[in-house]
Nanobody, 121 residues
């Protein structure tokens, strides 16, 4: 069974930093694109950042220059370094990964349980 477990959320003051981490567990895993989404109360789900297995990254315009996504393919982890945080970054952040178990078949999108990030003074 595949699991994505996130850590690193919390409360931070405006201008501060947080680092989110997500580890994928399971057997015989192949992982394509990994990413982070967020959802604030009353808002739609938003793609924050993504990174392919080759390290190609993509960011939402609202976080460019402030957030950095990275991954460790050997450890099945993806991280999101968030700097210069603002109140509008407050949301539940979800880790995602496109995963295939075994050497053939389709990749499926898996989600973590979410971690709360609150930016407030």
């Amino acid at each position: 069974q595949v699991q994505l477990v996130e850590s690193g959320g919390g409360l931070v003051q405006p201008g501060g930093s947080l680092r989110l981490s997500c580890t994928v567990s399971g057997t015989s895993l192949s992982i394509n694109t990994m990413g982070w989404y967020r959802q604030a109360p009353g808002n739609e789900l938003e793609l924050v950042a993504s990174i392919t297995s080759r390290g190609i990254t993509k960011y939402a315009d609202s976080v460019k220059g402030r957030f950095t996504i990275s991954r460790d393919n050997a450890k099945y982890t993806v991280n999101l370094q968030m700097n210069s945080l603002q109140p509008e970054d407050t949301a539940v952040y979800f880790c995602t990964a496109e995963i295939r178990q075994g050497n053939s078949g389709a990749f499926y999108l898996h989600w973590g349980q979410g971690t709360q990030v609150t930016v407030s003074s």
